[in-house]
């Protein structure tokens, strides 16, 4: 699945699911939490769609990391593609 094929509802979805997500990168388990967290105080399209943009930077700044690679994975239930 390539990383771009992956639209701002999955991402919200994603966010949203955090605390029920086994995750093994510590850093991606903080920030969805963090994401989560940011989006209930202030909901709003606005403020989602910020979330899901770091969200994104994030990954893509990280993806070089084994296990925020094998997490993508569980989480969208196939290998994702930057």
Not at 19 to 31: E, G, M, N, Q
Not at 59 to 68: A, D, E, G, H, T
Request: charged share 30%; aromatic share 8%; net charge positive.
């Amino acid at each position: 699945m390539k990383f771009t094929a992956i639209d701002s509802k999955q991402w919200e979805k994603v966010i949203a699911r955090s605390d029920d997500l086994d995750l093994s990168s510590f850093s991606l388990k903080i920030l969805l939490r963090q994401l989560k967290v940011k989006i209930e105080l202030n909901p709003g399209v606005e403020t989602t769609n910020n979330c899901i943009k770091n969200l994104k930077s994030h990954i893509v700044k990280y993806y070089s990391l084994p296990n925020l690679q094998k997490d993508l994975e569980n989480i969208f239930g196939q290998k994702v593609e930057i």
